[in-house]
């Protein structure tokens, strides 16, 4: 099994860009800035990795952040994410980044974006790897600061396909931002929204029904209402679940009592992603590792994790198919 995990094809649709940052990195980052951490060695970040909840994470998550200030430190944290993630037969990735987090003190908004392309670019040509980029607006903010930003982007339309929602979900609402996503979509970019992680069902209706999304992060709560699970089934709407995630966070206490065998039963389309990997403890390979040992999903199960990523992916249906045939290929390979 292990073979099997590690050689599928793989699509990832759900990674923070700065939740890829590991603490080696971290500390090299701040020390050539010279900023100071809170940590006094790698062992001391781990140790504070310890989580109550999405809140307790963001604390730490964007603190962390605060070392990077330049192009190349995104590009260096960007191609290292990417390196990983190559490793592991990881063919297409569709990146988060916050914005916000790095213009709210004095980070140029091109500093970030220019940065995280230049390592996408390298990526497409030297590993083989095909990406996309989706801006994420904080949801804790305001919505004229989502707007701000929304209008920053537009100058590098061309290299962000998407914008998303993430930061605290429980008290900010989706439909806070219904006028930023009308414009998103007016100005073409895709749309998606974390939903139904820690916040209630209702959250992932207003993502549907207001923002328009095209893809749930996370929606593992989608379960608690019948006639949303009826309208993601029949719809497919994509779910990115992002399983070591849920555990670190509390989401679930423990991986076998995620639900995502539930949710596989049920018809829903559910894919698998890393979230924050250098907070969680494991990228796309590690997440499928410890659903196989603690729930002990199957190489049929992980082959339809794998084919509804590339299909929920905003590849266009030619590189689609190019990938699908490449997976039942390697599928087929190996004797199923
Ligand atoms: N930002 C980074 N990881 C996140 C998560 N799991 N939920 C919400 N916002 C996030
Ligand atoms: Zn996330």
Not at 6 to 33: R, S, T, V, W, Y
Not at 242 to 247: E, H
Not at 258 to 284: E, R
Request: glycine fraction near 6%; include cysteine.
């Amino acid at each position: 099994m292990d073979a099997f995990i590690h050689g599928i094809p793989k699509a990832e649709l759900h990674i923070h860009i700065e939740g890829a940052l590991e603490p080696k990195l971290m500390f090299e980052i701040a020390e050539k800035n010279g900023c100071s951490l809170p940590f006094k060695s790698v062992a001391d970040i781990r140790r504070a990795y310890k989580f109550e909840d999405l809140q307790s994470f963001l604390d730490i998550y964007y603190q962390g952040a605060q070392v990077l200030r330049d192009e190349d430190d995104f590009y260096r944290l960007t191609w290292t994410y990417l390196q990983k993630a190559a490793e592991q037969n990881v063919r297409h990735t569709e990146l988060f980044f916050d914005p916000q987090t790095h213009t709210a003190r004095g980070i140029k908004f091109e500093t970030v974006v220019k940065g995280i392309h230049r390592a996408l670019t390298d990526a497409g040509s030297q590993l083989n790897l095909s990406s996309k980029l989706i801006m994420c607006f904080l949801r804790h903010l305001s919505a004229a600061n989502a707007m701000k930003t929304l209008e920053e982007a537009l100058a590098f339309k061309e290299w962000i396909t998407g914008v998303g929602l993430d930061s605290s979900e429980r008290g900010f609402p989706p439909e806070k931002f219904t006028s930023v996503f009308d414009l998103a979509h007016q100005e073409g970019f895709k749309a998606v929204a974390h939903a139904g992680e820690e916040g209630p069902a209702d959250y992932i209706w207003q993502a549907l029904n207001l923002l328009k999304v095209e893809r749930i992060d996370h929606g593992v709560r989608c379960v608690e209402d019948a006639a949303l699970v009826e309208y993601l089934v029949k719809m497919q709407v994509p779910l990115t679940v992002c399983p070591l995630s849920n555990i670190k966070l509390g989401v679930f206490d423990h991986l076998s009592q995620h639900n995502i065998m539930q949710m596989l039963k049920l018809g829903l389309c559910v894919t698998v992603n890393s979230d924050d990997p250098a907070y969680f403890g494991g990228y796309l390979e590690e997440n499928l590792r410890a659903l196989h040992k603690a729930l002990g999903i199957g190489s049929e199960d992980i082959y339809k994790l794998a084919r509804n990523a590339f299909r929920a992916s905003f590849l266009d249906p030619a590189q689609k198919k190019k990938y699908l045939d490449e997976l039942d290929e390697f599928v087929s390979g190996f004797g199923h």
